[in-house]
C-alpha cells in the first residue's frame, strides 16, 4: 500500500519524459506564436472577430495553466482534476437538460463520477469499469421507486447518457494516470484534441465549401474536416512515436490509427455536443470561459476521444500493469 | 446567457444539487439553534404544509423569522422553500446574495422601483408547482411589535390560484431580536400555524388582491388573539 500511494503523490519526475517536454515546448511556443499572428492579421479581421480572438487567448491562458499543472505534477492530482472536469461538464449538461430537476438520479451520477475517481486512484480496473453497468442498474431503479411513469425513459436516458459521456467517457483520461507513462499519453491526447479543433477551423477558413452537416452545424464543411483528418493523424502519429517508443504500439500503422481516432473521434465528439445543443435550442452551454462559452464547449472533443484511445492503447500495452492493483481496497480484504 | 454571479440574483433561480445539501445543512443547523436557544415551540404543526406549492406567511418582527418558519416545515418540503428576501438588504452584493441564495435559498424582491414582474415570476413559480414561498405581507419588519396592514403584493400572487396560503402567528422574535438589536436575547419563540387559506375564487384584479390581504390580516390576528395552549 505504501508503495502504492507514493507512486500516486511522486511529482519529481514529471518532466522526465522527453515527449512531456516537447509538448511543453509546443504549447509554450503557441502561446507566444498565436498573439503575434493574432496582430499580424488584425488588419484582415473584422472589429468583432479581433476582439472574440483576443478574448479567448486570455481565457485560454488561464484554462491552459489549470489543466496541465494537475495533470503533470502527480497521478494523484491528475486523477482529481479529470474528476473536476467531469463533475464541471455533467452540471453544465444537467443545468441545460434540466436533470437537475430530478436530485435523486442527478445525486446517483454525481456520486458515480466521484466513484470513478476513487476506483481510478485504488488503480481496481475490474470495479473501475463495472461502475458503468451498476451505475445504469442503479439509475434504473432508483428511477422507477420515484412512482411517476412520466417521462421515465426521458429521465432515465438522459441520466445514462450523462454518465457514460462524463463520468465513464471522461473518466478514462483519469483512470491512464495509473501508467508511470501517463504524463506523455495524456498530453499526446488532450493536445491533439486541441489541435484538432484548430486544424478544423483554419481548414475550413482556407478550402471549406461543401457543408456536410448543414443541420447540427453549419459552419463545418468537408475541407476543415478533412484537412484536420490530415493534420491531426500526422501531428498525433509523429509525435506518438516519441511518446510510445520501443512499445508494440511503435509502429507506422498503429500509430496512423491512434491518429486517425483522435481526429475522428474529436471531431464525432464536437458534432455530438453540436446535436445536443441544437436539439436543445442554445449556442452556449454556459457562459463560465469567456470566449468559449462553457467548460463542456471546451472538452467536447475528448468526451468521444477518451475511451476510444484508452482502449487502443490498453490493448496494445496496458495501463500500469507492472504496479500492484488495488492500492487502497486490498488491505480491506475485499 | 446568465453570468455565473447573476444566477444568484435571479428570481427564476432553482436550486441544484449544491444549494440543495448546504440549505438542509444551514436550516438543520437553524433548528438545532432555535430549539436550544429560543426554546421554539410549534402549535398547529398539523397545519404545516407537506409538499409544494405553498405560501407561508407570518407578522413580521425580527431577522429570525424566515428562519423560524423554514426551519418549522418538514425536510422535504424545507429544501423546496424559498423565502422572498427584501433585495436591496439580502442581494446588495455578490457576497451577500451568495450566502442568501445558497444557504437560505432566498429569493431577492426588491422593495423600491416595479416589482410587479418579480411577483409575476413568484406566481409562475408556485402556480407551476416548483416550490414553497416564505414571505411577509406587511412588507418591512414591525419597528414597535405591532402588525401593520398588510400589502396587495401577496394577492398578485395567489388570487385565482389553488396555492394554498399558510397563516402563522409568530409571538416573541420581537423580544427575541427587534430591528435595533444587533445580537439575539435568549427570548422563547413560539409560531401558532393557523388552516391553509384558499383564493382560487378570487379575481386576479386590484379588487381580488385587496380582498386577499385583508382576509390574510384578518386571519392572523385571529391566531393572535388565541390564548397560548
Known sequence: MKEGIDYLFTYSNALSHPATRVFLYLIAGAFIAAPLATLALSAKMSEKTRKDVWTRYWTWLVIAPALLVPVLFCPATAIVAVAVASMLCYREYARATGLFRFRSLSAIVAISIVLVALTSLDHWYGMFMALTPLTIVILAATAVLADSPQGFIQRVSLACVAFLLFGSGLGHLGYIANDPNYRPILLLILVSVQLNDIFAYVCGKAFGRRKLFPNTSPNKTLGGHMGALVLTTAFAAGMGHLVFEGTKLDTPWALIVLGLIISIGGQLGDLLLGSIKRDLGIKDMAATLPGHGGFLDRLNSALLVAPATFHLIGYAIGFGLERTPRVFTAAFGM | ?229
Open chain 2, 1 to 229: 446567457m446568465m453570468k455565473p454571479g447573476e444566477r444568484f440574483r435571479s428570481t427564476r433561480r432553482e436550486a441544484g444539487l449544491i444549494s440543495v445539501s448546504m440549505n438542509a445543512a444551514a436550516t438543520l443547523g437553524v433548528r438545532v439553534y432555535l430549539r436550544l436557544y429560543h426554546r421554539l415551540r410549534i402549535e398547529g404543526a398539523e397545519n404545516l404544509p407537506r409538499r409544494v406549492p405553498f405560501i407561508m406567511i407570518a407578522n413580521h418582527e425580527s431577522h429570525l423569522d424566515a428562519l423560524v418558519l423554514v426551519s418549522a416545515l418538514p425536510l422535504k418540503a424545507r429544501i423546496e422553500t424559498h423565502p422572498v428576501a427584501a433585495g436591496d438588504v439580502f442581494f446588495k452584493n455578490g457576497a451577500t446574495s451568495l450566502l442568501a441564495s445558497l444557504f437560505l435559498n432566498a429569493l431577492p424582491l426588491y422593495r423600491k422601483g416595479v416589482t410587479s414582474h418579480a411577483l409575476v415570476d413568484l406566481r409562475e413559480r408556485v402556480t407551476s408547482g416548483r416550490g414553497g414561498l416564505v414571505l411577509f405581507p406587511e412588507g418591512t419588519r414591525s419597528r414597535d411589535g405591532t402588525m401593520n396592514p398588510f400589502k396587495a403584493g401577496l394577492g398578485m400572487i395567489v388570487a385565482g390560484t389553488s396555492v394554498p396560503v399558510v397563516p402563522c402567528y409568530l409571538d416573541g422574535p420581537f423580544e427575541a431580536c427587534p430591528a435595533n438589536v444587533k445580537l439575539p436575547r435568549p427570548a422563547r419563540i413560539t409560531v401558532r400555524v393557523g388552516t391553509p387559506l384558499v383564493f382560487e375564487h378570487e379575481p386576479n384584479s386590484r379588487e381580488g388582491w385587496t380582498t386577499v390581504a385583508r382576509r390574510c390580516e384578518e386571519a392572523i390576528r385571529a391566531l393572535a388573539s388565541v390564548q397560548p395552549g
